[in-house]
């Protein structure tokens, strides 16, 4: 009894607007009070109307009543606060904007605490009980709070809609069943929620494929972090390499440079002070010439011969026969020397450069790839091969712009070639192969389809040929069977003859796969391992043999 009347005392000294305790308490017209902030703000928004209402019985007051204190409700609030006056507890507030209202209170209506299925009613906590007590009412479906029961109600019968119609896809009545909806497909709503919560079931599995593709998405970004940090670390290391590298080679040719000018000054030393000899003996032998001629013109004879002798003999001439000037290309052997220097670093820069682009080529993030089934698949990573005349063994000849191989019997006059094949009767393609790659290779007779390191042997008998060594994989077709080897280890394969081979190639996921090729493809021989380098594609020839690479 004293919770009651302390909960009835909370709720006549507490605004019906904020409900907390009253502040500065006004009291309207019609007898209601509210705190004096609250009032206002709420005529404040009816101002555009021009009516003001009271929120509880809802009079209307026109003009906008002047509100005055009520001075005996404040000293009771203020009094009842010493005494432990508090705001209504949560699970006794009153109904809000945003809530849904008991349908059964009067005046002013508490929250609904559950709605009923069958009542199609929301009910507080103390107009709920009937239906966790009673037993017929225990029967009744409660849910959570809405105002939207009503639209269970079907319009045209004004009854509960408890069945399904799956050919309309609607919820109807009983009578609608037996009526417009007669010859459709009709259940009852609750066989078709349980229907649709197996189908509901499903979002556990797509919630676990969410997490799955969410831990994929931060694997992919921390790869993408990871991706643009070494990318950055390597243009960075690289830029200051060849910061350093620039800088040497001004070091070099300012050495150059410096060598030629000292040089310069020797050899222009030697020309000048041998020219400086070369002038003075001029200006003696002017002189002595010009002395002979003065006593030629003597017609004493007497003072002739009394002059001569006291001329002061001849020195030997510094000029000789043997003295020869050479051609004004003194320095020009060095701007050749430089000129072979720079040859020999652009053929380095442009090879180093290859490499380069190689490695970087390399970079892949190892994303799952589907697997590869049907020849047209495969077609999407076609490869056109052209091979490089400068690996060609002498006995090979090429033709159809550098495709088609054929073995002779006459050695070719290709140039000398430090990748040249000088031991096995081979030759590579041009550019190298990596990501996912796949071309197709008609053959004529015994011929090696093989995939290979750059690096390996182009000598040493038979140990640098396809499949005897640890840098190749090759596939020997004999024309009635096939073998595959690699690192000098031969396996037989079985499987449909054809003229035409396929080779599929995944680098990065360390795939090499050989097929026979005809109406379809059949799978020869499969290798998974890890490949360090670029790979180049190769074929090797038994006498009179021939091999094209495809247009595909």
């Avoid at 259940?187 to 599995?205: D, H, I, K, P, Y």
């Avoid at 002498?394 to 019997?409: A, F, H, P, W, Y």
């Avoid at 390191?453 to 077709?477: H, P, T, V």
């Amino acid at each position: 009894m004293a919770q009651q009347e302390n909960q009835l005392d909370r709720e006549r000294f507490c605004c019906s607007i904020c409900l907390d305790p009253l502040k500065d308490p006004v009291t309207t017209g019609c007898g209601h009070s509210y705190c004096r902030s609250c009032i206002n703000t709420h005529w404040d928004k009816g101002e555009e109307k021009g009516s003001y209402s009271c929120p509880q019985c809802r009079q209307t007051f026109t003009p906008r009543p002047v509100l005055g204190k009520n001075t005996m409700l404040a000293d009771l609030v203020e009094e009842l606060k010493k005494t432990g006056l508090q705001a209504a507890p949560a699970d006794h507030c009153y109904a809000g904007p945003k809530d849904v209202a008991c349908d059964v209170c009067t005046g002013r209506k508490l929250k609904a605490l559950k709605s009923c299925l069958v009542c199609l009613a929301p009910y507080c906590e103390k107009h709920l009980q009937p239906h966790l007590q009673s037993g017929p009412f225990k029967k009744h479906k409660l849910v959570k709070p809405s105002e939207k029961l009503q639209e269970n109600i079907c319009s045209r019968h004004d009854e509960v809609m408890k069945m399904f119609c799956r050919t309309d896809q609607q919820c109807i009545c009983y009578l609608c069943s037996v009526e417009e909806h007669k010859d459709h497909d009709t259940v009852s709503a609750a066989a078709e929620r349980t229907e649709r919560q197996r189908e509901l079931g499903l979002r556990q599995t797509i919630q676990q494929r969410v997490q799955d593709t969410e831990k994929d998405v931060k694997l992919l970004q921390q790869e993408e972090k990871a991706i643009n940090g070494s990318a950055d670390k390597a243009v960075k290391d690289s830029e200051q390499i060849f910061t350093e590298l620039i800088r040497l080679l001004k070091k070099r040719s300012s050495n150059v440079k410096q060598q030629i000018r000292t040089q310069q000054e020797t050899e222009v030393r030697r020309v000048r002070e041998l020219q400086e000899r070369l002038e003075q003996e001029m200006t003696e032998l002017k002189r002595k010439d010009h002395e002979l001629k003065q006593l030629s013109d003597t017609e004493d004879h007497n003072q002739l011969l009394h002059n001569y002798p006291s001329l002061p003999p001849l020195r030997e001439s510094t000029h000789s026969s043997s003295f020869r000037v050479r051609p004004l290309r003194n320095f020009e052997d060095v701007a050749a020397a430089v000129s072979q220097v720079r040859g020999r670093l652009q053929d380095i820069l442009s090879e180093a450069e290859t490499e380069i682009l190689q490695i970087v080529s390399q970079v892949d993030v190892l994303l799952t790839q589907p697997e590869t089934e049907t020849r047209a698949d495969f077609l999407k990573y076609s490869q056109e091969i052209t091979l490089d005349r400068n690996t060609a063994n002498k006995r090979l000849l090429l033709s159809e712009g550098n495709r088609k191989v054929t073995r002779m019997k006459i050695k070719q006059a290709y140039s000398g070639h430090p990748d040249r094949f000088t031991d096995g009767c081979q030759v590579l393609s041009r550019k190298s192969l990596t990501g996912r790659c796949y071309w197709e290779v008609e053959v004529g007779g015994a011929v090696r389809v093989a995939v290979t390191y750059k690096n390996i042997n182009r000598a040493g008998g038979s140990e640098c040929l396809f499949g005897n060594n640890d840098k190749s994989w090759s596939l020997y077709c004999l024309g009635n069977s096939y073998n595959f080897s690699y690192n000098n280890i031969k396996t037989p394969v079985s499987g449909p003859l054809s003229s035409r081979g396929g080779v599929y190639l995944d680098h990065s996921a360390g795939v090499l796969s050989f097929y026979s090729v005809s109406d379809t493809m059949t799978l020869l021989h499969r290798v998974q391992t890890t490949f360090t380098q670029p790979l180049y594609a190769g074929v090797w020839f038994h006498s009179g043999s021939t091999a094209e690479f495809c247009k595909l």
